[in-house]
């Protein structure tokens, strides 16, 4: 089941194997994922807005044209995903590195300007390293 951050139900759905869902265009805005994997999931033009993804696990995802804006992705982990045209505006990363939270992780994802992930610069189309 998913919960905003109020508790109230979103939508009720096996929150214990979202990996590799079709999760495309759904709206959790507000959503707890905290701690969940959706490691090769579809989420497509998903609206995360000012959800809590703290330690979600996002490898391999297809974000493009996500909106995660005002969202909480400390120690998230973006690794190989597909971020292009997604917006991270104003989303709590825990960059840059001297701040005091565990940092979200971007290792090879896919991201383009808009992206704009706080504390990040990219031009062009481009891969994090490390």
Avoid at 119 to 128: D, E, L, Q, T
Wanted: charged share 20%; proline share 3%; aromatic share 6%.
């Amino acid at each position: 089941m998913i919960r905003n951050i109020p508790g109230e139900q979103i939508e009720l759905v096996n929150t214990r194997d979202l990996a590799g869902q079709n999760l495309r265009g759904r709206n959790w805005s507000h959503a707890k994922l905290s701690g969940l994997s959706l490691a090769g999931a579809n989420c497509e033009g998903i609206v995360l807005t000012g959800a809590r993804l703290h330690r979600t696990d996002f490898s391999h995802a297809r974000l493009r044209g996500a909106d995660l804006y005002l969202s909480s992705v400390l120690a998230a982990i973006f690794r190989c995903a597909d971020l292009r045209g997604a917006s991270l505006y104003k989303a709590e990363t825990g960059w840059p590195l001297r701040s005091r939270y565990p940092c979200a992780t971007f290792t090879d994802a896919l991201l383009v300007e808009c992206t704009d992930i706080p504390g990040r610069k990219v031009f062009g189309i481009s891969r994090v390293i490390a």
